[in-house]
Every structure is written in structure tokens, then in C-alpha cells.
């Protein structure tokens, strides 16, 4: 297991190295200049250099790939005298837009993508996953087809509708809720809390959806499992055996789609974050992109690779502690 | 990462049951019973009737879906579209877009052509590249499975939104539609080629597949004779619930500003300028809305059915 | 010289950045082109809103955006700039905080006059008042102002204006202060006392020390590109606060003496920005201003979308500022190379072109005013003359006819480079030439992006949607910039992205220039206008307003007509601060 853990390891290091390089590569190919764009609209020819010179653009692109990956172990010194800045371990360059360390960048955005997604990810495992057993164990009943043809249509609606539906119903009309704007929870949980509420219901009905129906359909198959059917004949209440037996091996699909699901998310919840204006990681790429912000669009991939890989050997770990079927 | 393999694998055993009366035939009486299906297959082809049809139905309303018609807007409420429902008239059948006044019905119909176009498309390479990759490591196993696993695992380790931002938004001298369905297309991949992987590891070893082989057939054959029919069901049924999230995409993609380049259409596009509107004029939000819902539904409602029939246990990815 | 009495800096260069712009918009009423009347959205133009605010509260500013940049060598939009000075650093002079045209009338700030000449407006002399604190009780020195000119020139600190780099003598590859060099030709004497040697005379020096650039920063406080997430305060605010992109907060600087500032009010206790929030729900929040919100003003402009909520509801629009933000929005035609080098096809785009369609998409008649000349309404003296008198929709038949004599009967293709906030614009336009049979792609280009890729001449595309702002009601500060071709340069261009180079016109401008009969100098601009308008290098479109929906507890409200129409931050504040949240 531990083996296992350090090989798994040492490919999401591999993976990330990977991800870096193409996403190096298609920046510096691509036409987009950000010593440019920095560089305003009264440019001359001699300032643009020296700006390019100093963002250390006029480097041959593999060295400009050895710097960016070295200095995040060894960390790295950009400009000279007085505007110095010095960046340590884990060091991804500063913003070209803001000067901010591209870690420190990362670090202060991560709150609001974290509370999103997992408040997101709390709401709609709940409604997706009793929606999903309540379904089951109701197979082919009338709640059962109701349920899931509820199910499939909120997985079809499309997330910009839902969230202006909610925004005009729950802030408009009802006025209950305030317009989403990010509060830290160690500010004021209540307030964190009830901005949030919002996007959580706009994408947990999207996920929730989608948990329900492959809740129902795992739930379904293990019920039909040998076990279970021993189990009941043994006597032991229904509820027993659906919480004890049932749920344990039915929920470990569901299990591989949490943590791919969260892992996206946490770094990836662009729309969401864009539809209530959320500063986000998701934002803070979109408005990285538009400027031309190569070392924060390179630290926002790089982190949300991250995510997707850990997610996934967290699942796999997870995996042979649920399952005892699983070996690593 | 390689978590859902030996889970697909192992189900998949059982997948295609050997039947004497043909498999196909079973799957299509099964499916002609189901109302759901009824029901969505029309919406899929009315779909596909009308974004085939685009010129000629926005012929038959007679608004082309560039054209500004001053008259049916009100430059004084910030181009409020005159009149009850967004404008909807004789001339407008759904009313018009606000500000340019804009044929809504010309712009969604020519907007269907533009999504489900990239949408099939991009459905098609994914399904073919994925296919093909899924055969290859799965039959050929050793070093090819490997490479192609380690690739699978790569493209699926990126942030694939992201990526497709970020591509979108540096590519400018490009044509939009084809880039964005390569785009989209890159990233989706790995997901069936897993599925095709673990089946034709099945597929491999069985008794018709050796015969086959030990009768001296060579890998082609066996691969195109043998090994794709075994493969296709869980293919078709996967297929058709994709083609929601590449819908999806698309119009995530459109909403974020890099999608397809203005005046062309799209659902996501005008989803995307419509929200602005969806108090002031919700008959050009819920139109496009609408339509994008329909079309992810009745694929979801078809995926589905297709999929217990053809794959009652895998393709769970 | 300094007989002006509406006078705006901030250059002409900024103002086509900023989409603001200086300048002062009189109390002409807008002509809405159609005659249905008193256009809904003026009533409040030259105007105070809200009465006089009581001292107190937090104001809060609902944002879309973060700023571009608030260090005052890098700040140089429109909006920033009337943000940064109004309430965050000081600079020699600024813009009396009044409404209508009283906002355009320069006034000292740091300085206790405008400044003197000598040596034939080469050399400039500011002297600095007494008792001007930074937020750490320190006095502000001559020092200090000549340290934040010299930053301006680090590479380290792009974006800032360049008229120190322009006008000074021996700044030639100056490359600022970070390696310990010292611009020669900025002197400082004594604390409060800063001379300025130019390399050539520049009357209006004292407009171009309203930006920025002559703030104070003490060395010691320099922090290079990091400062621009926390400037030091010479103003009456300082920072509490600022995550950028998220929120920033503002309390009083409590050594700011009010004594030693004509200009600034300072009426709220608090300002919060809230950045990144979505400009329909911004909007929707103000429209409402409902328990908070009514303490609140936007920072951006009122979208176009939204005019429909806020034009028909009469409780809405006497909270609604809409100053002009008197700046032309031009389509500039390359005409350095073909087609655009015919004339012909220039005058197409001209005929062709429905101005009404784009006014329309701008946010219609009540937030956009037509353009039938280049110079804004101010410059002729409250009306803009039609000498072409093409209708307002365009007369695509002439289009085309002019397209036949060009030899292009089957009409062209080309494309447009516009900022993403264009879009509907530029797709007004595509439409309104494709009927003439001029073929046009859209390009969009985030506004960041934007002036780079558009002063690319090289690269750049045939045609270009950019405006162009006068600084002060001269013809100087307008046609020059935008039709003189020795101002071209080959990256970096601005201004001039017609790239035209006609030589009449340059020697007639040199020849106005030289006028010593302001009157008879602002005629022949006026002239000139018309007679470059033949020549079509650009199509004047329309002049936009910077309408702003206010919370109904704001007071003391107005546009500053020499920052874009921007909101008057030096004097706004609430008419009941117990009102606002903490």
C-alpha cells in the first residue's frame, strides 16, 4: 500500500511536469504578448524591451521553462536592485498584472473555490444520494419514475437558467437571500454561509441530479446482490440491511465520481464562479487569460491538474478501505 | 486513476450475452417500447430536421438571422423589443432580439446548425479516436497499452475547461467552429476509450475471437470482424449520453466569451447575451434556454435507454 | 494661456484608454436625433444629487473590476485616475470638484498655485503648501513628488502616462530610480519647492500635472511593482484593505488636514469596493437599492442592457448621472494600404455606416449622442455641424455606387479589431456595411489587450473602433493627435489609427498652430474638421454618456466632467450615514 502510494506519487509529479510543459507550450507559441499588454498604449519600442527584458521574455523558451520549473523547488529572484522580487519554495512566479506571488495569488482564492465546491458538493451529495436510495428501494413505483424523470430534467437544465431562475426567485421576488458576493467564513459564518447558498443550489441541482440516478442504478444492482438477499433471510430489519450492507458496496461507484466531480470543481467552477461573480481560482484564470497573465494562467492549470490527480489517488486509497475486494 | 478499469472490466463479463435471435434485433424491440424513447427520438430529430433545414425554415419566416429590423426595438428602453413576448408577430415568430432586433426564430434555428453541428462532431472524434485507442490497448496490450493508458491518463489529469479557454482565447486567425470542435474533442477522448479498453480485454480471449485467430485470421480482420461488433453496443449507448455534455460544453464555452465569433449564432452564444435580459425580456432568455435543455434531455432519456439494453452493467464512467 | 475655464488634462491618449474621457461637456442638451424631445436621461445634468451629504457612514462601491493599477506612476484610466486623486494621493494640481463645467476649472492641490512659467514655458515652478500629511504623519516633500516622476520611467512599473517622458529634458533612456539614477532636470531646492526643466515649451504643463504621475511617494515607502496593491496615502483616505479583485477598504487618513484641501470633501468614514461582481446583478442592486445597497454607487457604467428598467421608472431616473463623456467614438480605416488607401472606399464606409443602429446597440439615444463631425459638440461651441449630411441610418445605394467608381462593384472584405465591450457595436457596424456589400469580421480583443494589438500597425486589422477625447476645448488637443501622421509610430501607435498622412492637412495644422487669435484658431479647426471629414480617414459616430444609477442614500453626487463623467469622489457621500452599514 505504501509502495503503491509513492509510485501514484511520483506520477502525479510526472503528470504535472506534463501539464506545465503543454501549457507552457501553447502560450509562448501562440501569438500573445504580455510585455505588451503590460506595456500600455503610449509603448515605445525601447520600453517594450525593457519591460520583455525584464519579465525575462527574450529568454529562449526552454530556459524560460527550466527557470519556472527549478525556481519552484529552489525558488527565484525577478527584477534587480531596489524592485526586487524574491520568491520562495513552492515558488510559481508573480502576476505580470498584479505583482503578487502566483502561489500567494492561488492561496487567497482557494477559500472561496473550496467553499463553493464543497458546500456544493455537502448539498447535492444529500439530495442526490436519498433521492437516489428512496428511488431504489422503490423500484418501478410511481415516486420511483417521478424522482428520476425529475432527475434526468434537472441534470438537462442548463446552469445559466437555473442560477437566473434562483437569482430572480430567492433575491428578486422572495428577497431571502443577498446577492452572492464572497464573505471568508472565519469572518462571519452565517454571512459566508447565506452568499454561498445560492451558487451551492445552482450547482448542486445540476450534480444532484446525476448522483440520483447513478445512486439508484448502484443501489439497485446491490440489492440484487446474493448478500443482501442472505442478510434478509436472516431477519435482520430492512433498514439494517439497506444502511449496513447495502449502502456500504452500492456507494463505492459513487465513490470514483465524487472525487473526479471535486476535483474539477475545486479549480474549475468558471461558470459558476462567473455567473455570481465569485473571486474564485476560476475567475482568477478568466481574468489572467484576458490580461495576458502567463505565470498565473500557467499556476491556475498547474493547481487544477493537481486536484484532478490527488482527487483521483484519494479515490483510489479510498477504494481499498471501503472495498475489500480492492488490492492495491 | 486505473480504479474504474478492473471495475469495468469485471462487469463487462457479462455484458453482451451471447443471444441466438440476434442481438440488434432484441435491443430495437426493447427500445420501441419504451415511451421515453418515443418521445426523445422525436425531439432529436426534430432537432436535427431543423438545424439541417436552417436556411430553408428561416426562408419560410422570412428573416435571415443577421439582419437588424429597427422597427421591432425601442432605442429609447435600451432596445426593448416592441411589443407582448419579446416582440412576437407575423413577422417575428418568436419575437426578436433586443437592442438589434434580430429574427429570434431565424437565430435559434441557424443556432441549433451551429451547436449540434459542433456537437456531433466533436461526439464523432472522440468516439472514433477513443475507439480506436480503446481497441488498440486493450488487443494489442503490452507496450501500446501502456503508452496509449499513460496518455489516457494524462488527458485526463487536465483541467479540460480550462484548456479549452485558454485555447479558444489565444487562438485568434483560426475558423472558430473547427477549432472549438477539435477543441472539445482533444479533451474527450480517454473517457470511452476506457470503456472500449476494458470490453475488448474481455473480448479478447473468448472462444470465437481464439478460433479465429488459431483459423489464421489476421489482426485486422479480427479486430474489424470480431472484436468491433463485441464492442459496439456499450459504444452506441456511451456515445449518445456524451453528446449532452459536448452540447453543454459548447455553450459553456460560447458563455465565457470564447465561443463562436459574432454575428454566427449559437445556443450558448445567445444564452450567454441573453442573460442580461432574463427580466426585462425572458422570451429571448427561455428560447434558447429551452432548446438547449430539450436537446441535453431527450440525449440523456436515449443515452439511458440504450444503455440498459445494449450495456445493462458497464459503461459507468 | 490659462485663460481656460474648462480645461481637462489627463490627455487625449489616456482618454481613449479609459473609454472615459476628459474634457467638458457644457450644458448642451442632447439633440437625440429623432426629436422625441427632452432626452428622459438628462435631468439631473450640471447637477448635485442627493443635496448636501452629512459626514459619516461607509460608501460602497459595487465593482465589475479590480483597478488597473492605483500606484499613481502606473495609473492612467480614466476612472482610476479620478479615484486614486480624489481620495488616495494628492498631485501638484487637479479639477475643482463641481458639477456641469465648473469641474473642468484647474486648481491647486499639493502646489498654492498652478504653477510658474519662465524661460518661455520651459521651465515650471510649483511650490508646496504646508501641513500635508502622509498617513504616518510625515510631511509630504518636494522630494517625494520628483521620486514618483522618476518611477514612472521604470520598466519595472509599466502603464503609467508618459508626459514626464515626453516633455522633461535629458529623460532620454532614463530607466528610473531603482538602480539610484536621478533625472538632472527636476529640481528640488528646498522641501517644498520642485522645478521642472522641459526640453521644449508646454503651456499647459500645469493640465498635465493633474495626473497621477506628480503625486507624492516617499522613497522609503517604495516598494516597487507591490506598491501598486498598497499606495501610500497622501490623501484624505488611506488603506485598510485591499485583496485585489475582491474588496477594498478605505479609512480616513487622520492626518489629512482639511485646511490644506480646497477640494476634497471627505464625507464618509468608510469606502468599501467590492470588485468582481457582476454588472447586471450591479444593476439590478442599485435599480432596488435596497438595505445596504441604498448607501452605494457603481463604478462602472450602466450597461445598455439595463436601460429598460431604469428609462421608464421616474423614482429610478432621479438618481440616474449620465455626463457626456466627450469622447468621439471613431471607425478608423487604415489608410496606409489597400482598399482603405482609395478614398472612395473610405467614403463607402462612411455612407455606408448606420450610425442609429450602433446608438442603438450603445444603449440608444437617452446614454449615446451622434457624431456627425470628429471634434466633440464642445469644440463647436455646443453643436457639432452635418456637413456631410449623410442620414443617420446610412445610405447604402451611394455606398455602393462609390464602391462601383472604386472599381469594386462586388464590394470588399475586411475586418474590425474592437474591445470586447464593443461587440454589439461592432456588430451594428458589420451589419449596416454588409448591406452596401462590405464584408466585415469581428475581431474582439480584451480591453487590456486592446491598444496594443490596435497599435500594432503592422498587424493590426483594416479597420479599428477607438475613440478619442479632447483635453481642454481646443482643436489642439484633438485633431492633431488623431490626423497628424508624423504621430504614427510603427508599435505602440495611438491616436492616429487611421495611419493618415496627408499633407495638407499637416501643414494647415501647423499653420492653426501657430495662430495667435484663439478665436480665429478654434474656426479653423472647426474647418479643418470638415475638410478632413471629406478626406474620410475615420467615421465619427457617436459620443457616449457615463450614465450612473446611485443608491437612493447617496448625496453630494455628480459626474466630474473632466474625469469621463466618472462620479465625483471628492465630494459624494450620504444624506444619512447611520444608514450605511459598518
Not at chain 1, 501539464?19 to 509603448?43: E, M, W
Request: contains cysteine.
Amino acid at each position: 500500500m505504501i509502495l503503491y502510494t509513492l509510485r501514484r506519487l511520483a506520477g502525479v509529479i510526472g503528470v504535472l511536469i506534463a501539464v506545465a510543459a503543454v501549457t507552457f507550450t501553447i502560450f509562448y507559441v501562440l501569438p500573445s504578448d504580455p510585455a505588451a499588454a503590460a506595456c500600455g498604449k503610449a509603448c515605445s519600442t525601447e520600453r517594450l524591451a525593457a519591460i520583455r527584458a525584464h519579465m525575462g521574455l527574450d529568454r529562449p523558451l526552454w530556459r524560460q521553462f527550466w527557470d519556472f520549473v527549478s525556481g519552484i523547488f529552489t525558488g527565484r529572484t525577478m527584477g534587480s536592485g531596489q524592485y526586487a522580487l524574491r520568491c520562495d519554495f513552492p515558488c510559481l512566479g508573480y502576476s505580470y498584472q498584479n505583482s503578487e506571488a502566483v502561489w500567494d495569488l492561488l492561496m487567497d482564492r482557494l477559500p472561496v473555490s473550496a467553499s463553493l465546491a464543497l458546500g456544493a458538493a455537502v448539498l447535492w451529495l444529500a439530495l442526490g444520494l436519498s433521492t437516489g436510495v428512496t428511488a431504489a428501494l422503490r423500484k418501478d413505483t410511481l415516486t420511483d419514475r417521478v424522482l428520476m424523470v425529475g432527475a434526468v430534467g434537472a441534470a438537462s437544465l442548463p446552469v445559466y437558467f437555473t442560477s437566473m431562475m434562483l437569482i430572480y426567485g430567492l433575491i428578486r421576488v422572495a428577497g431571502l437571500l443577498p446577492y452572492p458576493q464572497y464573505v471568508s467564513f472565519g469572518d462571519d459564518p452565517a454571512s459566508w454561509a447565506s452568499n454561498l447558498l445560492l451558487p451551492w443550489l445552482a450547482l448542486a441541482i445540476l450534480y444532484a441530479a446525476m448522483y440520483a440516478r447513478q445512486s439508484r442504478s448502484s443501489m439497485i444492482e446491490t440489492m440484487a446482490e446474493p448478500y443482501i438477499r442472505t442478510a434478509r433471510a436472516k431477519g435482520l430489519p430492512r433498514r439494517t440491511v439497506v444502511v449496513k450492507h447495502g449502502l456500504r458496496s452500492g456507494m463505492t461507484p459513487i465513490l470514483t465520481l465524487f472525487g473526479m466531480d471535486l476535483g474539477g470543481l475545486l479549480a474549475g467552477a468558471v461558470i459558476t464562479e462567473s455567473i455570481f461573480g465569485l473571486p474564485g481560482i476560476g475567475r482568477l484564470f478568466y481574468g489572467a487569460l484576458s490580461t495576458g497573465d502567463q505565470p498565473v494562467i500557467l499556476g491556475v492549470t498547474l493547481l487544477a491538474a493537481a486536484f484532478i490527480v490527488v482527487a483521483n489517488l484519494a479515490v483510489d486509497l479510498l477504494y481499498a478501505v471501503v472495498d475489500p475486494r480492492v488490492r492495491l | 486513476m486505473s480504479s474504474t478499469a478492473p471495475d469495468s472490466a469485471a462487469t463487462s463479463t457479462t455484458a453482451t450475452a451471447p443471444t441466438g435471435s440476434g442481438p440488434w434485433q432484441l435491443a430495437r424491440r426493447e427500445l420501441r417500447r419504451r415511451a421515453s424513447v418515443k418521445v426523445s427520438l422525436a425531439i432529436v430529430a426534430a432537432f436535427l430536421l431543423m438545424a439541417a433545414g436552417a436556411p430553408l425554415l428561416s426562408a419560410l419566416g422570412g428573416r435571415s438571422p443577421d439582419e437588424f429590423d429597427k422597427s421591432a426595438i425601442d432605442p429609447y428602453l435600451g432596445g426593448k423589443p416592441i411589443g407582448p413576448l419579446g416582440g412576437v408577430s407575423a413577422d417575428h415568430w418568436l419575437g426578436v432580439e433586443p437592442v438589434t432586433g434580430r429574427d429570434l426564430f431565424a437565430r435559434v434555428v441557424h443556432g441549433a446548425q451551429v451547436s449540434l453541428l459542433i456537437a456531433l462532431t466533436a461526439t464523432a472524434i472522440v468516439v472514433v479516436a477513443g475507439t480506436a485507442a480503446g481497441i488498440a490497448a486493450g488487443y494489442f496490450g503490452g507496450r501500446t497499452d501502456a503508452v496509449l493508458s499513460r496518455l489516457m491518463d494524462l488527458t485526463m489529469s487536465f483541467p479540460s475547461l480550462i484548456f479549452m479557454i485558454a485555447m479558444m482565447s489565444v487562438a485568434k486567425d483560426v475558423n472558430r467552429i473547427v477549432l472549438m470542435t477539435l477543441v472539445i474533442g482533444l479533451f474527450g477522448w480517454p473517457g470511452i476509450a476506457r470503456v472500449v479498453r476494458g470490453q475488448t480485454l474481455s473480448l479478447k480471449h473468448r472462444e470465437y475471437v481464439d478460433a479465429a485467430r488459431v483459423g489464421g485470421a489476421g489482426s485486422w480482420r479480427i479486430l474489424t470482424r470480431d472484436i468491433l461488433p463485441g464492442v459496439a453496443g456499450p459504444v452506441i449507448a456511451y456515445t449518445t449520453l456524451i453528446i449532452p455534455g459536448m452540447i453543454a460544453t459548447e455553450a459553456a464555452l460560447s458563455y465565457l466569451g470564447v465561443g463562436v465569433r459574432p454575428p454566427t449564432p449559437s445556443w450558448g452564444q445567445m444564452i450567454a447575451e441573453s442573460v442580461s435580459f432574463y427580466d426585462t425580456d425572458p422570451m429571448y432568455f427561455v428560447i434558447p434556454s429551452a432548446c438547449l435543455f430539450l436537446t441535453v434531455l431527450a440525449f440523456t432519456l436515449l443515452g439511458d435507454a440504450l444503455r440498459d439494453i445494449l450495456d445493462p452493467r458497464g459503461g459507468r464512467t | 494661456m490659462n485663460k481656460r475655464t474648462c480645461t481637462a488634462t489627463a490627455s487625449a491618449l489616456v482618454a481613449a484608454l479609459a473609454l472615459g474621457a476628459a474634457g467638458c461637456s457644457g450644458g448642451t442638451h442632447s439633440t437625440d436625433g429623432k426629436g422625441r424631445g427632452e432626452n428622459p436621461a438628462l435631468a439631473n445634468q450640471g447637477a448635485v444629487v442627493g443635496g448636501t451629504p452629512k459626514k459619516g457612514g461607509t460608501l460602497t462601491v459595487l465593482s465589475n473590476q479590480d483597478f488597473t493599477h492605483l500606484d499613481p506612476a502606473r495609473n492612467w484610466v480614466m476612472s482610476d485616475m479620478e479615484f486614486g486623486t480624489r481620495l488616495l494621493y494628492r498631485t501638484l494640481v487637479t479639477y475643482k470638484a463641481a458639477p456641469g463645467t465648473g469641474g473642468g476649472e484647474l486648481v491647486p492641490d499639493l502646489a498654492t498655485d498652478l504653477g510658474r512659467s519662465s524661460d518661455g514655458a520651459k521651465t515650471w515652478t510649483f511650490h508646496l503648501k504646508e501641513g500635508i500629511r502622509y498617513e504616518d504623519g510625515t510631511p509630504v516633500t518636494a522630494q517625494d513628488v520628483k521620486y514618483n516622476v522618476e518611477r514612472s520611467f521604470s520598466p519595472d512599473l509599466p502603464g503609467g502616462a508618459d508626459y514626464a517622458a515626453r516633455y522633461l529634458a535629458g529623460a532620454e533612456g532614463y530607466q528610473g530610480p531603482a538602480q539610484g539614477k536621478h533625472l538632472d532636470s527636476i529640481k528640488t531646492p528646498d522641501d517644498h519647492t520642485i522645478v521642472f526643466e522641459l526640453r521644449k515649451p508646454f503651456a499647459e504643463f500645469p493640465d498635465a500635472t493633474v495626473m497621477p504621475t506628480f503625486a507624492p511617494v516617499p522613497k522609503a515607502r517604495d516598494t516597487g511593482p507591490r506598491y501598486d496593491n498598497r499606495p501610500f496615502s497622501s490623501g484624505p483616505y488611506k488603506i485598510q484593505s485591499y485583496g485585489r479583485d475582491k474588496q477594498l477598504v478605505l479609512v480616513r487618513n487622520q492626518y489629512w488636514d482639511p485646511k490644506t484641501d480646497e477640494v476634497r470633501k471627505a464625507y464618509p468614514d468608510r469606502l468599501v469596493v467590492l470588485m468582481g461582481l457582476k454588472g447586471d446583478q450591479i444593476d439590478d442592486r442599485l435599480i432596488a437599492s435596497q438595505g445596504a445597497d441604498a448607501s452605494a454607487v457603481s463604478w462602472g457604467a450602466l450597461r445598455p442592457e439595463s436601460a429598460a428598467k431604469v428609462l421608464p421608472d421616474t423614482e429610478v431616473r432621479k438618481r440616474l448621472l449620465a455626463e457626456s463623456t466627450n469622447c468621439t467614438d471613431m471607425v478608423q480605416m487604415h489608410t496606409g494600404r489597400a482598399p482603405f488607401n482609395d478614398v472612395r472606399i473610405r467614403r463607402a464606409v462612411q455612407y455606408a455606416l448606420d450610425k442609429d443602429a450602433v446608438l442603438t446597440a450603445s444603449g440608444g439615444p437617452a446614454f449615446n449622442d451622434l457624431s456627425t463631425a470628429y471634434m466633440p459638440a464642445t469644440l463647436f461651441g455646443g453643436r457639432q455641424p452635418d456637413t456631410l449630411k449623410i442620414p443617420t441610418t446610412g445610405d447604402a445605394a451611394k455606398a455602393k455606387q462609390l464602391l462601383e467608381e472604386a472599381g469594386r462593384p462586388n464590394g470588399l472584405s475586411t475586418e474590425i479589431t474592437v474591445s470586447s465591450g464593443d461587440k454589439g457595436r461592432a456588430e451594428a457596424i458589420q451589419q449596416s456595411l454588409a448591406k452596401a456589400g462590405i464584408k466585415v469580421t469581428i475581431d474582439t480583443v480584451d480591453p487590456s489587450a486592446f491598444y496594443a494589438t490596435i497599435g500594432d500597425t503592422t498587424h493590426r486589422t483594416d479597420l479599428v473602433y477607438t475613440g478619442w477625447c479632447p483635453d481642454y476645448p481646443s482643436g489642439s488637443t484633438f485633431l492633431p493627435f488623431v490626423f497628424d501622421g508624423r504621430y504614427i509610430k510603427e508599435k505602440g501607435n495611438s491616436g492616429n489609427h487611421s495611419l493618415f498622412r496627408d499633407k495638407a492637412t499637416m501643414e494647415r495644422m501647423d499653420e492653426i498652430a501657430a495662430m495667435t487669435d484663439a478665436k480665429a484658431a478654434n474656426r479653423a479647426w472647426q474647418k479643418l474638421d470638415g475638410e478632413i471629414l471629406k478626406k474620410a480617414p475615420a467615421v465619427p459616430v457617436l459620443v457616449r454618456r457615463w450614465p450612473l444609477v446611485l443608491g437612493s442614500n447617496i448625496a453630494g453626487a455628480y459626474g466630474q466632467t473632466s474625469f469621463g463623467g466618472q462620479l465625483d469622489y471628492a465630494s459624494v457621500g450620504l444624506k444619512n450615514p447611520a444608514a450605511s452599514q459598518n
